[in-house]
Each structure stands twice: as C-alpha cells, then as structure tokens.
C-alpha cells in the first residue's frame, strides 16, 4: 500500500494542560477536522471536570468522538479503545474531514497510530491472585526465575521487584501465550495511517507545573469536590477510579486526609504524571522521526504560535499523491 492510499491522521500530544486541546480546536476548525480523544479518563461520561474535558462551547462546533462515552462502571483496555478509535478516523475519514487525534495517553496513541493488534487474551483473575500470592511468599526473585525458563527476552526487561509486570508476563504465559511472543503479534509490518505529530513540550518545566496548580485551583472551583463525591457514591470501574483527582479526594472523603493534603495530592500526581508524559512522547518522537512512514514536529510550549501550527499541520496531512 502506497503512503498516498493511507488515511491521513494528524496527531496532537503532550503532557497535561500543555495547551493541546486549545490547539487541535483550531486546527479542526482550519483544516475541517474532527478531533479524536486520547485520553483514558475523558472516555468516561460523568467526571468532566476531573479529565478536564472540553465543554461545548469550547469545541466551537468541532465533533469531538470518544469523550463521555462509557459509563465510569466500565473497564476499558487499551483493546478497546483503539477498536473504537479505528472506527472513529476511519468514519471521518469516509465523511472528507481530516481525523485529528488529540490526547496524552501516549499508549492509546501509539497503538492506534501504528496498529497495534492485539492478541486475545482474558484477565484471569484467579490465575493473578495465585501469582501475586506467591510473589509476597516466595519473593519476587523466584517467579523470575520460572518467567526466565519460559520467557527469557522478557525476563531480561522485567526486574524481578517489578512485580505488576512480572505478574502480567507470568499470567499471559499461562494462557499459552508469552509477552514476547504478543508484542511480537501486535506490531504489524505494515502503518494503517500516514500519521504525523505535533507534539508540544514545555522547555521550562516549572511554567507547565505552575499551570497544573492553577488549573487544580480552577477545577476545585468548578465544582470537582462534588463531581467526585457523587461518583463515590456510584461506585466505578477500577480503571476509571485511577482518575487523578477523584482518586486523592476520595481519601479525604475517608477521612484519611485533610482536604489542603488532598489538594495537595492532585498536584503533586497531575505534576508526576506530566512527567511521565514529557519521556513517553520524547522517546515515540525519536522513534517516529526515524521512520518515513510517520513523523513528529516538537514545538516548545511557552512559544506556541496557532497560526504557524495550523500551517505545518497543512501541510503535513496534504495529499502526497
């Protein structure tokens, strides 16, 4: 399949409160885009202010798909979503409009943009248990050990105190499958999208946090408190209650900590999760630029300009034919 056959698919990430969202609204509206979430936490309806989704009057009239859309009682995988997300830019793409994904879960990104596939394997909760047991009986070293007989490329990834991925490449060896075996299923020869990034990275780390605190301030005001309670009250999936925000709120609502600590808390863990970001992007942006089928453009933070973006975005996404 020839680069010109592909869909095009413009790709706007960064860290958190990066001023993304702003962005692809604008180029939406220029390029007669419609905008894809990457999110994992926008995905769930009832928590808008937590994942600081964009509010109809701020979307400016630009279809925004795979914001509110499950139920916060809902798991959803990086599976699912990128099923979902397929079905999305290909439908806009049928409709003539150029799909723009917006987002800072570099994962769901990443996987959608070089189509990921991804065996079918079920969560055993059973199986993890019995391995998570051990781990606290035997010490983690032992169950490497066994992973190492099994599976030694992975064995050389995972630390044997790693214990979440250790478990996880224990559990997918025991459905017959093993982690190396599945990353080496998932990535095909072949990208489904001509897929370019505008990727947007603070140069000074302390503007971005200092926007993050800010912006918590904001959320507070907005009624976050509330939002958070009422979903406490529901009841939510595992995956959603991992929402930062709703998560160190609801240890204040236990009477665990104060609400200044709480407040706290969703600083501190926004600010640790923008940095997790700034590596994830940084490392897919020197992975991207290495392969002609996809490219990142890396734009400093602090010297934004829409109407310089909106232009390379352009011309990033025209028909190569």
Known sequence: MGGSEKIPLLVIAGPTACGKTALGIQIAKALRGEVVSADSMQIYRGMPIATAQPSLEETRGVPHHLIGVLDPSQRC?????????????????????LPIMVGGTGLYIESVACGRRWAKSETDEAAREAIQKRIAQEGGETLWRELQAIDPQAAKRIHPHDGKRLTRALELAGQGMTITEQNAFSHPPILPYRAKMLLILPRDRQILYDRINRRTERMLQNGLLEEARTLRERGVSQTAAQAIGHKELNAYFAGEVSLDEAIERIQRETRRYAKRQISWFSRMAREWNEHAANSCITYAMENLREDEAIATAGEATADES
């Open 77 to 97: 995988s990086a599976a699912r979503y990128c099923a979902m997300a397929h079905n999305a830019i290909q439908d806009i793409h049928k409709r003539g409009n």
